[in-house]
């Protein structure tokens, strides 16, 4: 009567074999999009960078009013990790598909979303997993010692409303609106 799915890195790992296998015949300028997880190289055939959005964390998606913000990106890695659309509801009680491995139980804290920059893929995918167990005070705290990611999280405060926080880089490569 249970599963458990160890997808917490594979698809960024496939984004990653895929770019691999792109750049190894000379192709420079590509999008990689594998279940979420983003690999960008290059420019688009617009000759820009990248645009790239991250979706509200609503349980379905709205077409007309999807993302919370977009971004420019090229010659990096995004992952997305969210608990607002992979989860289960008993009596009243929803339980997130992250399981902290401390306590083998679903996580239970306000972040609701959890987006990585990085070089490759599978670290972004990595830490966008690892940083939905951390919370909002231990990533922000880890991404103060870590200058190699970029992170932007979406929340909820003591009165159920949505809140962000972006670290600086991430800040830099968002489009304003």
């Known amino acids: 009567g249970m599963t ?8 960024g790992y496939t984004v990653d074999v895929i770019a691999s296998f792109l750049e190894s015949k000379n192709l420079s300028d590509y999008l990689i999009e594998v279940g979420g997880e983003i690999d960008v190289s290059g420019l688009n055939s617009r000759e820009k960078e990248w645009v790239i959005g991250i979706d509200k964390p609503t349980k379905d998606i709205d077409q007309s009013d ?9 010659d990096k890695s995004l992952a997305t990790s969210g608990n607002y659309r992979k989860f289960y509801e008993k009596n009243n009680q929803i ?11 679903p996580v239970q804290h306000a972040l609701l979303s959890a987006t990585v ?3 490759d893929c599978m670290t972004a995918d990595a830490y ?3 940083f939905m167990v951390m ?6 705290d880890f ?3 870590d200058s190699t990611l970029e992170a932007f999280l979406i929340f909820t405060n003591e009165y159920k ?5 972006s670290s600086k880089g991430f800040e830099e490569v968002t489009i304003k609106q």
């Open 4 to 11: 458990i799915d160890f997808n917490a890195l594979a698809q």
């Open 161 to 165: 409303e949505w809140e962000t926080w």
């Open 117 to 119: 920059i990085a070089d």
């Open 135 to 140: 919370g909002v005070g231990e990533t922000q």
């Open 128 to 130: 966008a997993t690892a």
């Open 95 to 105: 339980y997130s598909h992250t399981i902290n491995p401390k306590t083998g139980f």
């Open 66 to 74: 999807r993302f919370q913000l977009k971004l420019n990106l090229t």
């Open 143 to 145: 991404l103060e010692s």
